[in-house]
């Protein structure tokens, strides 16, 4: 990617490693992350992954950077409604956008347009921009009201990952799942990563 610059929001879904092995993989491949974490993704995180992410967003940024060894302002983390943060604005945002993983409440209100926080506002831009959304739900199973809200973001051109991974690459752990899905989010972003084998090929 020519800008090495994104947004990245955790929200209240189930599958908090997906967005930890996401976050750990932009750190090293150098990209600069504005990170919208929800409250909801907080008690997942602390649920799912035992780990306690300060409210504070200054603290949340400090202890960030030493968790995931990035660089001094490599990862970005705005309050809940800092509304002058780059992702508000169209003007100054990052062209790219990953939603990972999606919660159904999230998923629904980007799809009205409500931008009632910062998660919503700035996908709202990355859509009317016409920039890359990419959006990580997991859920089970799918309401028809989920399932026609996938369908209307994906009319807009926004593209619709479900945390699905696949098998044929001889999954061994939990964490070989976790990369799968993380492989196939970095391919639509547009990231080289060697995180799985390929279909066809053998090793990763």
């Known amino acids: 990617m020519k800008n090495k610059e994104i947004t990245l929001a955790i929200t209240g879904a189930s599958g908090a490693p997906y967005a930890l092995c996401l976050l750990e993989q932009l750190v090293k491949k150098e990209f600069t992350v504005h990170l919208l974490v929800s409250s909801a993704a907080k008690v997942v995180l602390a649920t ?23 660089k001094p302002e490599q990862i970005v983390v705005p309050g809940k409604n800092d509304w002058f943060s780059p992702v508000a604005s169209g003007s100054a945002a990052p062209k790219t956008m990953v939603v990972c993983p999606c919660s159904m409440g999230t998923l629904a209100s980007i799809a009205m347009g409500l931008s009632d926080n910062l998660i919503e506002r700035a996908a709202d831009v990355v859509i009317k921009e016409k920039g890359k959304l990419i959006m990580v739900p997991r ?33 061994e752990t939990i964490q070989d799942l976790v990369e799968h899905v993380t492989a196939r989010i970095l391919d639509h972003i547009g990231i080289d990563n060697d995180l799985v084998a390929r279909w066809g090929y053998s090793g990763k």
């Not at 926004?158 to 999954?171: R, S, T």
């Open 48 to 70: 799912e992954v035992d780990e306690q992410w300060p409210s504070n967003p200054e603290k949340a940024q400090s202890f960030l950077q030493e968790r995931f060894n990035a």
């Open 139 to 171: 859920e089970m199973p799918f309401s028809a009201i989920h399932l026609e809200n996938m369908l209307k973001l994906a009319k807009l051109g926004v593209d619709i990952l479900p945390a699905n991974p696949g098998f044929y690459h001889k999954p």
